[in-house]
């Protein structure tokens, strides 16, 4: 089983980035993104659901963030617009099937992608 992401970047603040993670081996009922800046806990960004494509987001992307999913490709996206310094941090999305509590909860997901370094310049 492997999570494949990409997509981060260098971008100004106000600008836009799509993350992309590629799951192979298997499907999850729950995929999401959660992200690490430099000397912080990682914490939840967005997740989504199937079936049904259920979203919950963190307060502090509501509105600007937009997470999808394409269940033929086995992929979830994260699309970021009106990106802030505060943004900057290493995303990494996780999948998770069968736990029915803590949907944004980095210890309840039990697969990992690599990262993807996302840094916004003010």
């Known amino acids: 089983v492997q999570l494949q992401a990409s997509g981060g970047g260098l971008v100004q603040a106000g600008g836009s980035l799509r993350l992309s993670c590629a799951a192979s081996g298997r499907t999850f009922r729950e995929m999401g993104w959660f992200r690490q800046a430099p000397g912080k806990e990682r914490e939840f960004v967005a997740v989504?659901?199937?079936?049904?494509?259920?979203?919950y987001y963190a307060e502090s992307v509501k509105g600007r963030f937009t997470i999808s999913r394409d269940n033929a490709k086995n992929t979830v996206y994260l699309q970021m617009n009106s990106l802030k310094p505060d943004d900057t941090a290493v995303y990494y999305c996780?999948?998770?099937?069968?736990?029915?509590?803590?949907?944004?909860?980095?210890?309840?997901?039990?697969?990992w992608g690599q990262g993807t370094e996302v840094t916004v310049s003010s």
């Open positions: 996780a999948g998770r099937d069968g736990i029915l509590t803590g949907i944004t909860t980095a210890t309840t997901y039990h697969h």
């Open positions: 989504i659901r199937r079936p049904g494509s259920t979203t």
